[in-house]
């Protein structure tokens, strides 16, 4: 199995390094990480580690930032990545995290590398143990802020 890492050099944290060092945690799979320059960069990177590099999966790392062509950029990238996977058939997990999400400096940092590891770990239990990812189903599961959970009568 091989799992494969872009991230870019637009994020204000090592997002790549982060996935890496969880995946590590959890999975003895081959990684192969490459850095792109920006979120749009990251479609095309991805479908190169799954076609060129076998990746059996790949996480896409990215921060988008807080001005309006920011958004732009990263709706573009997003379905940039959803096409990517629909032309390789392959899961590519999209881990974006928006610059204005967190509310400071020391927020950022801290949710950009709580969601790459709480998404490594789903992309490993996706490719080796998916029977728990379905024990998570209806949860209400998130990826670096609180879980929602699941909801109440
Ligand atoms: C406006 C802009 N915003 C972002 C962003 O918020 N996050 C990001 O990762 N990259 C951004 N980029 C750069 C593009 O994604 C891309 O790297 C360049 O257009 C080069 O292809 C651009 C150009």
Do not use: Y
Request: charged share 25%; aromatic share 4%; hydrophobic share 45%.
């Amino acid at each position: 199995m091989i799992i494969g890492v872009a991230d870019t050099t637009f994020a204000r944290a090592n997002m790549g390094a982060f996935a890496v060092d969880e995946l590590k945690k959890h999975t003895s799979a081959r990684i192969i990480r490459v850095t792109v320059p920006g979120v749009k960069d990251l479609p095309v990177a991805a479908k190169k580690l799954i076609e060129e590099e076998r990746c059996d999966i790949v996480m896409a790392l990215g921060m988008p930032g807080g001005k309006d062509q920011d958004k732009i950029c990263a709706h573009e990238a997003s379905q940039g990545i959803m096409m990517a996977q629909l032309m390789t058939n392959k899961h590519i997990i999209e881990v974006f995290v928006h610059e204005d999400e967190a509310k400071n400096d020391a927020e950022l940092a801290w949710l950009l590398e709580q969601r790459t590891r709480e998404h490594a770990v789903n992309v490993v239990l996706m490719l080796t143990r998916p029977q728990d990812m379905t024990k998570l189903a209806g949860t209400g599961q998130r990826q670096g802020f609180a879980d929602a959970g699941p909801a109440r009568r």
